[in-house]
C-alpha cells in the first residue's frame, strides 16, 4: 500500500522568513495530494491540495509543488506569521482508484516573532 | 466549505463498557466516510472506509469486532468501540469526502477525544 514519508517533524522559523515541508509518497497511482493544517485539539483543515496533472499550486502566501517523477511533494509558506504556528500534514490518495488519504507524520511548524 | 460534525466531541468511560461516536455530514451527502485515530502528537492513522448500505472495510490490524461501524444514510456513520480499555484513548476524527472522485476534498469532523479509565 502506499507510505507517506514527512520531513522535518520539527520547523522552526523566524517571522517574515519562509517555510518548507516535504513529503516523498511511495505509489506512482496516488494522484492527489491534500495538505493539512492541525491546530491543538482541533480537526484538520485543507490549506491546499494539488492534483497529479498539476506541477504547482499557489494560493496567496502558501504554495505546493509536485514532482511526480521522483514522488515528492511540497509546501512553501511564505512571509511567515504567528498565526502559521500548527502541525502540518501532507497526505496521498489515488492508490487503487480508492479515496482513502494516507498521512505523513507531520511537522509541527512554530514561527518565532 | 462543507461541514461534517461529530457527537459528542469528547466521552469518558468505563473500562469494559462500549461508546458510540456518531458522524454526520451536515450539507452534503457522503456515501463513503473514514475512521482515523490519533495519539498524541502523532500522526492520523485510517481505522476504516465507512460504505452507505455495505459492510465497513477495515485497515490491517485493526479489529472490526471491536470497532463497530455502520453507515445506515447518506449523512451519518456511526463508530461503536465496544469493551472499551484504556489503550482504546485516543483522539478519533471522522472524514467525508464531497463527491465520489478521488480528487473530492475530504472535509473532517472537530473529533471525540475518548478517555477509558
Known amino acids: 500500500g502506499e507510505n507517506v514519508e514527512q520531513h522535518p517533524s520539527t520547523l522552526s522559523v523566524q517571522e517574515g522568513d519562509s517555510a518548507v515541508i516535504k513529503c516523498t509518497y511511495s505509489d506512482s497511482a496516488s494522484n492527489y495530494f491534500p495538505w493539512y493544517k492541525q491546530e491543538l485539539g482541533k480537526r484538520p483543515q485543507l490549506i491546499i491540495d494539488?492534483?497529479?496533472?498539476?506541477g504547482e499550486k499557489k494560493d496567496q502566501r502558501i504554495a505546493v509543488t509536485l514532482n511526480k517523477t521522483a514522488k515528492h511533494f511540497s509546501l512553501h509558506i511564505t512571509e511567515t506569521q504567528p498565526e502559521d504556528s500548527a502541525v502540518y500534514f501532507c497526505a496521498a490518495s489515488g492508490s487503487q482508484g480508492a479515496q482513502k488519504l494516507v498521512f505523513g507524520q507531520g511537522t509541527r511548524l512554530t514561527i518565532n516573532p | 466549505g462543507a461541514v461534517v460534525s461529530q457527537h459528542p466531541s469528547w466521552v469518558i468511560c468505563k473500562s469494559g463498557t462500549s461508546v458510540k461516536i456518531e458522524c454526520r455530514s451536515l450539507d452534503f451527502q457522503a456515501t463513503t466516510m473514514f475512521w482515523y485515530r490519533q495519539f498524541p502528537k502523532q500522526s492520523l492513522m485510517l481505522m476504516a472506509t465507512s460504505n452507505e448500505g455495505s459492510k465497513a472495510t477495515y485497515e490491517q490490524g485493526v479489529e472490526k469486532d471491536k470497532f463497530l461501524i455502520n453507515h445506515a444514510s447518506l449523512t451519518l456513520s456511526t463508530l461503536t468501540v465496544t469493551s472499551a480499555h484504556p489503550e482504546d484513548s485516543s483522539f478519533y476524527i471522522c472524514?467525508?469526502?464531497?463527491?465520489?472522485?478521488?480528487?473530492?476534498?475530504?472535509?473532517f469532523g472537530p473529533g471525540t477525544r475518548l478517555t477509558v479509565l
Open positions: 472524514s467525508a469526502p464531497r463527491g465520489t472522485s478521488v480528487t473530492d476534498t475530504q472535509y
Open positions: 494539488i492534483r497529479s496533472n498539476v
